[in-house]
């Protein structure tokens, strides 16, 4: 059985390791999420202690799911702080480790955090992917419209530009 919850701070903390091995294998399994394979825990470590430190601030909403009690998967939703941007909400790092993938979890992310979104009025969600990443066709399931891509945006561990393509949805 699958359950997705909002974390609180204390509750990311208490998950960081487990969000580290999601990270970590799905950097290494080929997402381009922001980082180069092989990833070094190390690195993974820190980054999960800044998103950490970001929920208790209220800039990040991250998400967890668990399959049986054990943690598969997590994203986050980033609301726009900023005064004309109060209406949308940024979608990132939506991971599933690879032994829980083609299961529903990411689909169940998803809901959980258009809910919160729309619970937050807001009402415009954006993301960006890797082009051909394996995440595209669970956006396009969910009603996610394709904006435009933008080659080169980013350069993978063999110093190769790749391009990154951008959705959006409107919540009602």
């Not at 004309?84 to 979608?91: K, L, P, Q």
């Not at 992917?129 to 009603?143: F, I, N, Q, V, W």
């Amino acid at each position: 059985m699958t359950t997705v919850a909002l974390l609180s701070h204390s509750e990311a903390l208490a998950e960081l390791y487990g969000l580290v091995g999601i990270l970590v294998d799905s950097v290494n399994d080929g997402a381009s999420v922001g980082f180069h394979r092989p990833m070094d825990p190390a690195e993974a470590v820190a980054y999960w202690q800044g998103v950490c430190a970001d929920v208790e601030k209220g800039r990040v909403l991250l998400f967890a799911a668990w399959v049986d009690g054990q943690l598969a998967g997590t994203a986050q939703l980033q609301p726009s702080p900023k005064p004309n941007g109060r209406n949308r909400a940024e979608v990132a790092k939506v991971l599933v480790h690879s032994a829980f993938r083609r299961r529903g979890i990411g689909r169940a992310l998803m809901d959980a955090l258009e809910a919160e979104a729309r619970r937050l009025d807001r009402t415009t969600l954006v993301l960006d992917t890797r082009l051909g990443d394996a995440g595209e066709p669970l956006y396009t399931s969910c009603g996610y419209t394709r904006v435009g891509v933008i080659p080169a945006y980013v350069i993978d561990e063999d110093g190769r530009p790749d391009a990154t393509v951008f959705y959006y949805k409107l919540l009602s």
